[in-house]
C-alpha cells in the first residue's frame, strides 16, 4: 500500500532518500516510525547512512537494482554501508548530485546533459544501463523532474510533447506528466516508487496521487 508521509516534517522524501526495486537509502535523522512504513510500502530492505555527511541522500545519490552513484567526496564508511547491499561507484566530476542528475530504472538512464564522458561510463558501468542525455520541461536536473520505474515513468508538467515522446522511446514504458505535494511540477523531489509500491510527500493532493498511480502501474 502506498504511503503519504513526511521526513522530519518536510513532505520533500526524494530529496532525502533514495530508492531502488530492492533497497531504500534514508538518512539516520528520520524517524524509526517513517523509515519502516516506507520500507514498507516499497517492499525493500532498509539502511539509514548519510551522503557527504548530509541528510540530503536523495539529491546526492542514484540507483537501481544493479548499483548505486554516489558524489566523488561521500565517505568511506557511507560507501561501505550501501556496499553490503549492492555496488557503488563515485561520480568523477565537478557536478556530484547524482540523484538531481539521473533518471533511472533498471534499464535506462537519462542524465543531465551537460555530463562528461567519464562521469557517463560510471553511470553506465554502476547501472548496467544505456545512458543518454536530455531534459524534462526544459530543466537539466532530470532527476528530480521526474521517477522512473521498471513499469512507468511520471515527469514534470511543462514537460514538452517532444520531450514526452524522446522518453516513451526511450524508457519503453508509459509516460505521463504530473504534480506531487499540491502542484509541484518536482516528481523526484517528492516522490519515491518502484514497480511494487510508492511512498509520497503529506501535501500531495487525492488527484496527485490518482495519476501518481495510473502513470507508475499501480491501477
Do not use: W
Not at 548505486?68 to 553490503?84: H, M, N
Request: net charge negative.
Amino acid at each position: 500500500m502506498p504511503k503519504i508521509l513526511t521526513f522530519n516534517g518536510s513532505p520533500y522524501l526524494g530529496v532525502f532518500a533514495a530508492n531502488t526495486e530492492k533497497l531504500a537509502i534514508i538518512p539516520p535523522d528520520v524517524s524509526q516510525q517513517a523509515f519502516k512504513e516506507t520500507c514498507e510500502a516499497l517492499g525493500v530492505d532498509g539502511i539509514k547512512t548519510s551522503v557527504c555527511e548530509c541528510s540530503v541522500v536523495g539529491a546526492l545519490m542514484c540507483g537501481n537494482s544493479h548499483g548505486c552513484v554516489v558524489p566523488s567526496y561521500a565517505l568511506e564508511e557511507e560507501i561501505a554501508r550501501i556496499e553490503k547491499y549492492t555496488q557503488v561507484l563515485r561520480l568523477p566530476s565537478k557536478m556530484n548530485a547524482a540523484g538531481n542528475l539521473i533518471l533511472a530504472n533498471d534499464e535506462v538512464a537519462i542524465v543531465h546533459p551537460d555530463m562528461g564522458k567519464n562521469a557517463i561510463k560510471v553511470v553506465k558501468d554502476a547501472l548496467n544501463v544505456e545512458v543518454y542525455k536530455g531534459r524534462i520541461g526544459g530543466l537539466k536536473t532530470v532527476g528530480m523532474a521526474a521517477v522512473a520505474t521498471n513499469k512507468g515513468v511520471l515527469v514534470h508538467p511543462k514537460a514538452s510533447a517532444q520531450e514526452l515522446k524522446f522518453l516513451e522511446d526511450t524508457f519503453g514504458l508509459p509516460v505521463d506528466v504530473g504534480t506531487v505535494n499540491f502542484g509541484s511540477g518536482l516528481i523526484g523531489a517528492a516522490l519515491l516508487a518502484n514497480s511494487k509500491g510508492y511512498v509520497v510527500g503529506a501535501e500531495t493532493t487525492g488527484p496527485e496521487l490518482g495519476r501518481i498511480e495510473d502513470a507508475l502501474g499501480f491501477i
